[in-house]
């Protein structure tokens, strides 16, 4: 088949009854364009402080409730070298914004993150100035991921009281210009989306354009504004990753943590996912990084990432 990928196309794909057709189309592509590897990256959340209000998140700033927490650069190489030890070759360093960690000491630590391991590095610290962008760029990381969570501008000021989607689209042409591999995404299923929104999402991804991708599922959380919303289809967001992948090709486009809480066995791999996050956060800190309520086993890095191996494997697909 060959889909219609404007937007109105876009909106009619969504809509399909029988979606397996676009499934079996972005299966092909993918094994094209990237092959049957699956890319395993070391997830750490090492701070959940954040200055931001955003009306889904559980780390928002008004919460008075949460244990807060800042991992020290030692505990982060710590972390970072026992991933590397079980063949983990690509860490994500995940925060909140937390201005705690200044461009000059993140840029520290992944100047021995990289002299201690080689590891690709990639950040997902939120908005930061050009010169903090660049900063960190030539201090070695590789990738930066920053969703822009929607594309319509009344849904995201209703979202992100002290943001626009105007900086936020500015940041990622930013990283983008700067080299970075650049990555955005986009929540599925928040409060007053359309399948028009999820138009618009999936198109302002081919036009920064992304080479990641983190498309999941809402799950809202309670202590949070949004608390008794309904959460996000796990197969409206399965197929929102298989149309990625159409207008991406080469990205890499991971199975998100929220989409496995939505209850996906792995078919998100067989529509268009090529990469997966395990988190290795330490048992110390990761139920505090609670962004939307998971069930989260302790951290165990050698088992979960020979786990996940195995998975893989049973998917006809190649562990990296």
């Known amino acids: 088949m060959t889909p219609d990928l404007s937007r109105e196309g876009l909106v009619a794909l969504l809509r399909l009854e029988d979606f397996s057709p676009v499934y079996e189309e972005a299966d092909r592509v993918r094994r094209e364009a990237v092959g049957d590897a699956v890319h395993i990256r070391a ?11 955003c009306a889904y998140c559980g780390l928002r700033a008004p919460r008075r409730d949460l244990p807060r927490y800042r991992m020290t650069p030692e505990e982060i190489l710590s972390s970072v070298r026992a991933a590397w030890a079980v063949g983990y070759r690509t860490i994500v360093l995940q925060s909140g914004e937390d201005p705690w960690y200044t461009p000059a000491l993140l840029g520290e630590i992944v100047r021995e993150i990289k002299k201690a391991t080689g590891m690709a590095v990639t950040l997902g610290c939120g908005e930061l100035s050009r010169e903090a962008y660049a900063a960190l760029r030539q201090a070695g990381a590789d990738r930066y991921l920053l969703k822009h969570e929607t594309a319509d501008e009344d849904l995201y000021q209703s979202l992100h009281p002290d943001g626009t989607l105007r900086e936020r689209v500015h940041c990622l042409r930013t990283l983008k210009a700067l080299g970075y591999e650049t990555g955005s995404g986009f929540m599925v299923g928040l409060p007053g989306q359309t399948l028009d929104v999820l138009a618009k999402d999936l198109l302002l991804l081919g036009d920064i354009p992304c080479d990641m991708a983190g498309i999941g599922p809402f799950l809202p959380h309670p202590e949070t504004p949004l608390k008794g919303a309904a959460p996000g289809s796990a197969e409206l ?17 991971p199975a998100t943590t929220a989409l496995t809480v939505r209850g996906d066995n792995g078919r998100v791999f067989s529509g268009g996912a090529n990469v997966v996050m395990r988190k290795i956060t330490p048992n110390a800190y990761k139920r505090q990084y609670e962004i939307y309520p998971a069930q989260l086993p302790d951290t165990d890095i050698p088992a979960q990432r020979a786990l996940l191996e195995d998975q893989i494997r049973s998917l006809g697909r190649v562990p990296l």
């Open 237 to 253: 967001t399965r197929r929102c990753v298989a149309l990625a992948r159409l207008l991406l090709p080469r990205a890499n486009l």
């Open 43 to 53: 997830l750490l959340e090492f701070s959940n402080h954040c200055r931001r209000k």
